[in-house]
């Protein structure tokens, strides 16, 4: 069984740009969370989805935003890009939304805003 | 607000077991207490988690405190691919509290 993907796996951007991640949860998973994590403040949690609907939120500004689809594949968008974005963007999936469920890691989307 | 606590680093001798402690003294009643390890360039890897019962799995042991205010991954006996950062992680209805991580060193 194939593992979460995420694309592109590096990206660049410059400051007030905007940027969309993707990630492709393993198949059968109905669950999606996005997550970054920085040196300097570690790992954050952004969203979390569940059959096409936002269930949980972190502590981020408005201009990071999300979506899933029929499909449970996930998208992020991050508007007005800051350099403080810059950051891994990591993705994971689950069977269902569950505290107690295993979360599968993709490899991470590496952004640098300059 | 809920919140882990874990010291930066730890060393182990290969083939030796490790304690890996974490604080989570503001836990709440429903809050799971997960495990995931993350090796350099990877996206983190599940280890273990509980809710009040020690549980043991093919990867590790979870002792957790009877007043569930701490927790120790115990990995049996260390091997150079341990060699990770472990994050010990609060999640509960509508949160997840990660902690700073500890990066565990092996020593062959």
């Known amino acids: 069984k194939a593992g979460v993907t995420q694309t592109p796996r590096y990206l660049i951007k410059t400051r007030g740009q905007q940027v969309t991640l993707s990630c492709s949860p393993i198949?059968?998973?109905?669950?999606v969370s996005w997550y970054q994590q920085t040196p300097g403040q570690g790992l954050q949690f952004l969203f979390e989805y569940f059959s096409e609907t936002q269930r949980n939120k972190g502590n981020f500004p408005g201009r990071f935003s999300g979506r899933q689809f029929s499909n449970s594949r996930s998208e992020m968008n991050v508007s007005t890009l800051e350099l403080g974005d810059s950051a891994l963007y990591l993705c994971?999936?689950?069977?269902?939304?569950?505290?107690?469920?295993?979360?599968?890691f993709g490899p991470g989307t590496r952004l640098t805003v300059l | 607000d809920a919140k882990t606590t874990q010291p930066n680093s730890m060393e182990s001798n290969e083939e030796e077991p490790v304690h890996l402690p974490c604080n989570h003294s503001t836990i709440s009643g429903t809050d799971y207490i997960h495990w995931y390890r993350q090796l350099p360039s990877q996206g983190p890897e599940y280890v273990i988690h509980?809710?009040?019962s020690n549980v043991n799995n093919r990867m590790a042991s979870l002792a957790i405190a009877e007043d569930r205010k701490s927790s120790t991954l115990i990995l049996h006996r260390a091997t150079l691919r341990d060699a990770a950062v472990y994050y010990c992680?609060?999640?509960?209805?509508?949160?997840?509290?990660f902690g700073q991580g500890t990066t565990l060193q092996v020593k062959p």
């Open positions: 509980g809710l009040t």
């Open positions: 994971a999936s689950s069977l269902e939304i569950a505290v107690y469920n295993e979360q599968f």
């Open positions: 992680i609060l999640r509960g209805l509508g949160k997840l509290i």
């Open positions: 198949s059968g998973h109905r669950s």
